[in-house]
């Protein structure tokens, strides 16, 4: 399956962004998917994921009440809606899939969300 992540970009602290990934090559209901962030000198961390029929959701503390994921199953896109961005939110985020009792094993490129104070 491949990934391609978009949507990112320079925004205030206390704005919104919306980060999108479009999801192709297999079934894509087939497969969970989650954001992980990056920032520099910090190991990757999960942000938020979904099942596979998008019923159910978590969230790492830090973007609790902030950010919802979520999923379309016709469109095969996922969404990350991020709101009261703050610059600790700062990143590069990454969209990653795993099928049916599997690991995150698929990728997308990543963007950039840097979020000034």
């Known amino acids: 399956v491949q990934l391609q992540a978009s949507g990112g970009g320079l925004v205030q602290a206390g704005d919104s962004l919306r980060l999108s990934c479009a999801v192709s090559?297999?079934?894509?209901?087939?497969?969970?998917v989650a954001w992980f962030r990056q920032a520099p000198g910090k190991e990757r961390e999960l942000v938020a994921r979904?099942?596979?029929?998008?019923?159910?959701?978590s969230y790492a503390d830090s973007v609790k009440g902030r950010f919802t994921i979520s999923r379309d199953n016709v469109q095969n896109t996922v969404t990350l809606q991020m709101n009261s961005l703050k610059p600790e939110d700062t990143a590069v985020y990454y969209c990653?899939?795993?099928?049916?009792?599997?690991?995150?094993?698929?990728w997308g490129q990543g963007t950039l969300v840097t979020v000034s104070s």
């Open positions: 090559g297999r079934t894509f209901s087939d497969y969970r």
């Open positions: 990653a899939a795993a099928p049916y009792g599997g690991v995150y094993d698929s």
């Open positions: 979904i099942s596979r029929s998008g019923d159910s959701t």
